[in-house]
């Protein structure tokens, strides 16, 4: 189970994880609006509904891992903070591992969401091109929303607590352009060591600061408040 934020790079982990031929990753399998039938199969029509996910977590997960067990040594999934209604009941699954990822630049977290939501595009597959945006910056706005973040933070961190320490992975967003991180990964999985590859790729420049219209403002704000670590990821 991939425990993470929006626009911390799951979409990229997923893909990632999906290229080891041990293992099936799927998204947002508790959000409502997933499409099941088209993701998953026409096995699960039944499922179609998220209250038949969420009100029996633990009899939907039975049945993916039935319906992967023939190709694959482990399934996941990823589950963000607004999805976390089953976690209580599905922690004491046998087997069941987390892997916590976490993007600590909350400024580059900020700018991909307004950049998603500005051109409509989440995440970039291999090939697709980028459409590009400069943004505005609102240090009001962007107060509220580490402030939101922290909050979301508490809760997952809250949720998480009946989870033994050995079962949960974690793992930073930066981590994802290290090799050494994967092999750790496979091995707290328990598959082959294989090399993993993604269907998809950065949007946004590193230079975080870059990403707005007026970069010098940026730069002033992140000095104010002794945040400059956030100037680059």
Known sequence: MIVSKMRSGTNHLVSLLKSHPQIA?????????????????????????IDARTSNPNQFLDDLEVFVRNESEA????????Q???????????????????RTNLLATYSSDLA???????????????????????????????EFQSSMDDEVNKSLEIIPN???F?????????????EKLQNFLGVEQQTLTSNTRKRNSSNIVDRFKKPRRVISYLKRRDLMDWAAE
Do not use: H, W
């Open 166 to 168: 050995d079962r949960v």
């Open 116 to 146: 998603a939501r500005l051109t409509g595009q989440g995440s970039v597959r291999v090939g697709q091109e980028v459409r590009k945006v400069k943004l505005d910056f609102n240090a009001q706005e962007f107060e509220q929303f580490i």
């Open 75 to 82: 399934f996941g999934f990823k589950i963000f903070p607004d």
């Open 25 to 49: 990753c799927y998204g947002e399998v508790f959000r409502d609006g997933y499409n099941v039938t088209k993701l998953l199969g026409k096995e699960f029509a039944d499922y179609v509904p």
């Open 84 to 102: 976390f209604l089953p976690v209580e009941q599905i922690a004491e699954r046998t087997g069941l591992k987390v892997i916590r990822l976490v």
């Open 170 to 182: 974690e793992m930073s967003y930066t981590d994802m352009a290290s090799t050494e991180i994967y």
